[in-house]
């Protein structure tokens, strides 16, 4: 699951998934945006649904 949040003037996502029995996450920013950011996250994670 995805999290959307706001720093600053720009927006960024964290996405956490469970990999092998261990806790990953992945930190993006710089979207101008709210929307630019849920669809780069949702995009990070169809991507990490596929690899496992």
Same mark, same amino acid.
């Given at each position: 699951m995805?999290?959307?949040?706001?720093?600053?003037? !720009?927006?960024y996502? !964290?996405?956490? /998934?469970?990999?092998?029995?261990k806790?990953?996450?992945s /930190?993006?920013?710089?979207?101008? !945006?709210?929307?630019?950011a @849920?669809n780069?996250a949702?995009? @990070?994670?169809? +991507?990490?649904d +596929?690899?496992?």
């Amino acid at each position: 699951m995805a999290s959307i949040q706001k720093e600053g003037n !720009t927006w960024y996502f !964290t996405v956490s /998934r469970m990999v092998n029995g261990k806790h990953v996450s992945s /930190r993006k920013g710089g979207f101008s !945006t709210k929307l630019k950011a @849920a669809n780069a996250a949702v995009e @990070a994670e169809n +991507k990490i649904d +596929k690899e496992s």
